[in-house]
């Protein structure tokens, strides 16, 4: 499998997104299934594990990825985000979202990063992070001055690389004014295409792209019918009963086109992202072994140049219904 670089931080070509596997986001899991999960990622070849102190209570998620990786840790990128998990007595700072509930809250003022960081390191089990994110950027704070926060922790040797997530192309710029970003993640795949504007920043700054949301949800593995109760996705519009009728109908070409492959939608559009650009790692989360290890062999599939035109047209044509970005324009 082809080594990929988010600026000079070496991933696997797919890495694997551990949201998935607290509960409260995608219905309840429980600690056996979720670390039988990620080790069978790591089996797989998933190197890049991404996490943030906002997944799961209480610091779930980036525990249960510590206790996971216990004696593999040199076969790991641990990557995690910070700002969420607001500090008692902390103001928490708000801003819009594309969800039901309408907003979300970080604070990511300079005096809580470092406290952030070395909690994070504790519940990862880790003495450094190798790659580490402001979650959003804080609409009170100055994105510069969260992001020195960020390079001091840099220079003393707790956090490898800098990346920066859900930002926009002038962010990522003033970030990487500031101190060399390795990575940007944000929302992408075939149903929510990035900001050109970003991808053409980051391909001009030697920055990796970290694709979250690559599978759009699940829906582009082509098998969501329905959303269960306690499901997260059910905030979000695309995932209505009415709009997830209308866009499996929608899907179908794409699904076609997967078929005569022989490969599912869901590798279709993981090897799609990766066809996009050499630098770009989606970072898919699935619970199931079987689900994990078919979206790492997205990997070693090969699109020729009529296919690419073929599912660029198939693009063209979807229109999905309801609203698919996370942030509000």
Not at 24 to 44: K, N, T, V
Not at 121 to 135: E, K
Not at 174 to 194: D, E, F, K, L, N
């Amino acid at each position: 499998m082809t080594e990929r670089t988010l600026g000079a931080l070496a991933s696997s070509p797919i890495g694997f997104g551990a949201m998935v596997l607290s509960p409260g986001m995608y219905g309840e899991i429980d600690e056996r299934r979720g670390q039988d999960a990620l080790r069978a990622a790591i089996d797989a070849g998933a190197r890049l594990i991404d996490t943030a102190d906002g997944y799961g209570a209480d610091g779930h998620n980036e525990q249960l990825i510590g206790r996971a990786v216990a004696g593999r840790r040199d076969e790991v990128v641990l990557a995690t985000k910070f700002g969420f998990r607001v500090p008692d007595g902390a103001e928490a700072h708000r801003f819009p979202v594309n969800f039901a509930f309408g907003e979300l809250a970080v604070n990511c003022e300079p005096k809580h990063v470092r406290g952030y960081a070395e909690q994070s390191l504790r519940n990862l089990g880790t003495d450094v992070i190798d790659l580490y994110y402001p979650h959003f950027p804080d609409p009170q704070v100055p994105f510069e001055d969260t992001v020195g926060a960020v390079a001091e922790l840099v220079a003393d040797g707790l956090v490898r690389h800098l990346g920066v997530s859900n930002v926009t192309a002038a962010q990522l710029r003033a970030a990487h004014a500031v101190h060399p970003v390795a990575a940007v993640q944000t929302q992408w795949s075939m149903w929510q295409p990035i900001d050109p504007e970003l991808l053409a920043a980051a391909r001009e700054l030697g920055v990796g792209v970290v694709a979250w949301g690559p599978l759009g949800g699940g829906f582009l593995t082509g098998t969501v019918q329905q959303v269960a109760e306690g499901d997260f996705r059910q905030h979000q519009a695309r995932f209505s009963a009415e709009n997830l009728a209308a866009n499996n109908d929608r899907y179908a070409p794409l699904r076609a086109i997967a078929a005569e492959l022989g490969v599912t939608p869901g590798q279709l559009a993981l090897a799609w992202l990766l066809h996009r650009d050499e630098h770009v790692v989606p970072i898919p989360g699935s619970r199931t072994p079987a689900h994990i290890a078919e979206n790492q062999a997205a990997a070693e599939l090969a699109l020729d140049a009529a296919v690419l035109g073929r599912i660029d047209a198939a693009l063209a044509a979807f229109a999905p219904a309801g609203e698919g970005a996370l942030l509000r324009d």
